[in-house]
């Protein structure tokens, strides 16, 4: 059962664009909302994570947007570029558990 | 100084063998976690710990046995290795109490089984 639902499974952005990548989730209970990078043979790395109460947190070049009425969130990069090109995740926290997306794979061309 | 550290990084075995993935955090979390990554990278928890005991098992095999013998090591032994089990496994460890937190992940481990 995918509790989070993560689009688009694949990105390709030219550098200095914006990159986005959307996440719904289905469960109310969950209280947090991390994104991890993942790198070719290394283990998701937190990004940047945002709680419910707060509709969005900005880090540098990455910005978390988040509808809790909605159930949804997403992250944008600005000014993406060719290092950005990662596995993406989002993710949900709640009872224990972190529940993942699918993963998006971005491509940022040079 | 390594906060999730997991040993070995590769392990490639036969069919029908027995092996064991150890893990172990510096973190001070309270909360350890197995996942596994398949070839399409999608991440499923398969157990979760808190203080040393069993909270979550994501209806994996039997096979499959993870040991917690303190707070920061979480073990995994996988006995009777079938194909399918190759994949890459993740330990991870977060701080749950007082508020959810973020989960710190290790390496990874991946397991071939041939």
């Known amino acids: 059962q995918q509790q989070v639902k993560q689009s688009p499974q694949s990105l390709i952005v030219q550098k200095g664009g914006i990159s986005i990548i959307n996440c719904a989730y289905e469960?109310?209970?969950?209280?947090?909302f991390p994104w991890y990078q993942q790198f070719p043979g290394k283990g998701p790395a937190l990004l940047i994570a945002?709680?419910?109460?707060?509709s969005e947190k900005k880090e540098g070049r990455f910005t978390i947007s988040f509808n809790k009425s909605a159930k949804q969130f997403s992250l944008h990069i600005m000014d993406s570029q060719p290092g950005d090109s990662a596995t993406y995740f989002c993710?949900?926290?709640?009872?224990?558990?972190?529940?993942f997306g699918a993963g998006t794979r971005l491509f940022v061309k040079a | 100084d390594t906060a999730v550290s997991q040993t070995p990084k590769y392990l490639v075995t036969q069919m029908g063998n027995d092996k064991s993935i150890k893990c172990e955090q510096n973190l001070g979390h309270d909360t350890m976690y197995w996942y596994k990554q398949d070839s399409k990278k999608f991440l499923k928890i398969m157990f979760s710990?808190?203080?040393?005991?069993?909270?979550i098992n994501e209806t994996v095999p039997n096979r499959f046995s993870p040991k917690s013998p303190d707070k920061a090591h979480l073990n995994l032994h996988i006995n009777s290795l079938e194909l399918g089990d190759s994949a890459v496994y993740f330990c991870?460890?977060?701080?749950?109490?007082?508020?959810?937190?973020?989960?710190?992940f290790g390496q990874g481990t991946r397991l071939t089984v041939v």
């Open positions: 945002i709680r419910p109460d707060v």
């Open positions: 991870a460890s977060s701080q749950t109490i007082r508020g959810n937190t973020e989960a710190f």
């Open positions: 993710a949900a926290l709640g009872g224990f558990k972190t529940i």
């Open positions: 469960n109310t209970a969950f209280d947090y």
């Open positions: 710990y808190n203080n040393k005991e069993l909270i």
